[in-house]
């Protein structure tokens, strides 16, 4: 009976994360800066007929490795090139995430109300929603980290499986290595040892098993890695190791989240709507891992602290680097709320928090109605508006009546439908914030009104998208003179002169820019140009600059 309810609870899981995360990923094109360019290098991979190598503006790149690149190229060739086809293999890993985290809760709760409820917060926290339906490598490293966890503990609770649960987590590290590099192993490793130094038990490790496990992680990490030493021996070295690697350890990609607040804040902001349950549950963690013998909160606790250790010492701090801590954060949210729950000491505190909740809730739509007065002229379809503002106020009429009944359990799965009514809501109201966050519209425009033979100048955050969606030859303008964080094989434009000395070249050039770039341009061109705004889309402005006399 025990296998039956389970086996419905993952069915459960199966086909509400599918519908959340595969459905409506073609409404809105791929987004600059980031998911143009992953899908650009699969996209390239394809042109350049290569599986082992990763390209970007016609030469090899190594920012990541190759895991994610496979599954994105894969995804290209089965299904086009297109944004529900990028997007796929994001989504059914988030799918994979929350059933792993549901047979890990299961595993380590021994309660199934415990895994299903922590299942259900990951899906529908905000930031786990978002990589799920976008085009990232985080989702795919996050969920191998889960997996090789899983295994490991699988293989710690069941020493008489101990050899197979501990190859397959190896076989895990081993993946996430090959999607974002050696971290895969040293989030995993420090993590073991932490709780087996806690346990006790460092001689788990000390086996044979263990070393038919490290052959397994050798046999999946070695091949790609020696393969590309070889074809490329230090520009590999250089670019993956040193660059994009050493120096993000020791230099902030970005000077402002380089604080200790960051990431702390970043994990409460992304587990919206639960984040006042994950508070709680942090501060509860304590007396839990004093109380239980229960080895599981302790494993949490030392997966938590690995992750958040490493990130919080690299200066390079990103929101996505973090992601591999939420899957532990919604196992201790999720037996945080079942206890309480079940302790009639404490359900004051629920009542507390889902009332807290309920008018947040509200608030939403509130928020929503005056914004869109205020911003009507950026709004070109209010149905959204009016979708939003009702959903809204029917959810925390539902929550509030669940509380009023002392229905605390229906209240509390009811939070999770925040972050899917902004996803249904996503038809009506994409084309109102899709010109600012794509370069698909104006690239498009672009290639109907003109014929484009030469090089294309871009902002920096366009060039990547306008390189996509137009498949032509492209440069950076951008007079900071501040190069992309791994420099690309591109022109890059910093100075009136540089700008001046390419216009010269080209009879005609197209630019797709940024407002604050138009100046420039203008400037640059002086007397000597004929200088035009074609159309502005969004935030981009499209450009044609033709030399007098040509």
């Keep these: ?15 509400v994360s599918g519908l959340l995360f595969l459905l409506g990923n073609n409404i809105i094109s791929l987004t600059n800066d980031n998911e143009v360019f992953y899908a650009q290098t699969a996209k390239e991979m394809i042109q350049q007929n290569t599986w082992s190598t990763p390209y970007l503006f016609g030469q090899p790149q190594f920012e990541k490795p190759i895991f994610s690149y496979w599954l994105f190229k894969l995804a290209f060739v089965i299904f086009g090139v297109n944004a529900a086809a990028a997007r796929f293999f994001p989504a059914i890993f988030g799918i994979l995430g929350v059933v792993t985290l549901y047979w890990l809760g299961l595993l380590g709760f021994k309660d199934r109300s415990k895994a299903f409820l922590s299942s259900i917060i990951l899906m529908s926290g905000g930031m786990y929603i978002g990589l799920a339906k976008s085009v990232f490598t985080d989702m795919f490293f996050s969920v191998l980290i889960m997996m090789s966890f899983l295994f490991f503990f699988f293989a710690y609770a069941n020493q008489k499986k101990k050899l197979i649960g501990l ?15 050696p971290l895969g192993i040293l989030i995993p490793f420090l993590a073991v040892v932490a709780f087996l130094l806690i346990k006790k038990n460092l001689k788990f490790l000390f086996c044979k098993d263990a070393l038919w496990a490290f052959l397994f992680l050798f046999i999946t990490v070695a091949p790609w890695y020696m393969l590309m030493i070889q074809k490329y021996g230090n520009t590999f070295i250089n670019e993956f190791i040193l660059n994009d690697n050493l120096r993000r350890a020791v230099e902030a990609q970005h000077g402002g989240h380089d604080t200790w607040y960051y990431y702390p804040s970043l994990i409460v902001s992304g587990m919206l709507p639960w984040s006042l349950f994950v508070l709680g549950a942090l501060v509860f963690l304590y007396k839990g891992v004093k ?28 929101a996505n680097y973090i992601f591999p801590v939420f899957a532990p954060i919604a196992l201790l949210t ?8 079940s302790n009639n000491k404490h359900k004051s505190i629920l009542y507390v928090v889902l009332s807290v909740i309920s008018f947040f809730v509200l608030a939403i739509p509130i928020a929503l109605f005056f914004s869109s007065q205020k911003y009507a002229n950026y709004i070109t379809n209010r149905a959204g508006v009016y979708f939003l503002v009702t959903g809204f106020l029917l959810l925390a009429a539902a929550i509030l009546f ?8 229906a209240a509390i799965y009811l939070v999770g439908a925040m972050v899917p009514i902004f996803l249904c809501s996503l038809p009506l109201t994409h084309n109102n914030f899709e010109p600012y966050i794509s370069s698909k519209d104006a690239s498009e425009y672009l290639l109907k009104n003109s014929r484009i033979d030469n090089t294309i100048i871009c902002s920096k955050t366009f060039v990547r998208g306008v390189k996509y969606y137009t498949d032509c030859d492209v440069a950076v303008l951008d007079m900071s003179g501040k190069q992309f ?19 010269l070249k080209q009879a ?3 630019c797709i820019v940024g407002k604050s770039s138009v100046g420039d341009i203008k400037r640059a061109a002086a007397a000597d140009f004929e200088v035009n705004v074609l159309k502005v889309i969004g935030n981009e402005y499209i450009i044609k600059v033709k030399r007098l006399g040509a």
């Design 1 to 15: 009976m025990s296998r039956n309810k389970s086996a419905r609870d993952i069915l459960i899981l199966i086909v």
């Design 167 to 181: 190859i397959l987590s190896a076989i895990c590290m081993g993946f996430a290595v090959l999607t974002k590099g």
């Design 291 to 318: 109380q239980k013998e229960n080895s599981f909160y302790i494993f949490l606790l030392c997966w938590i602290g690995s992750v958040f250790l490493i990130f919080q010492a690299a200066h390079s701090k990103v």
């Design 334 to 341: 999720g037996g945080f709320i079942r206890d309480i729950l």
């Design 402 to 409: 669940c509380i009023y009944r002392k229905k605390l359990s």
């Design 485 to 503: 964080f791994s420099k690309h094989p591109i022109i890059f434009l910093s100075s009136d002169h540089a700008l001046r000395e390419f216009l």
């Design 508 to 510: 005609t050039t197209y």
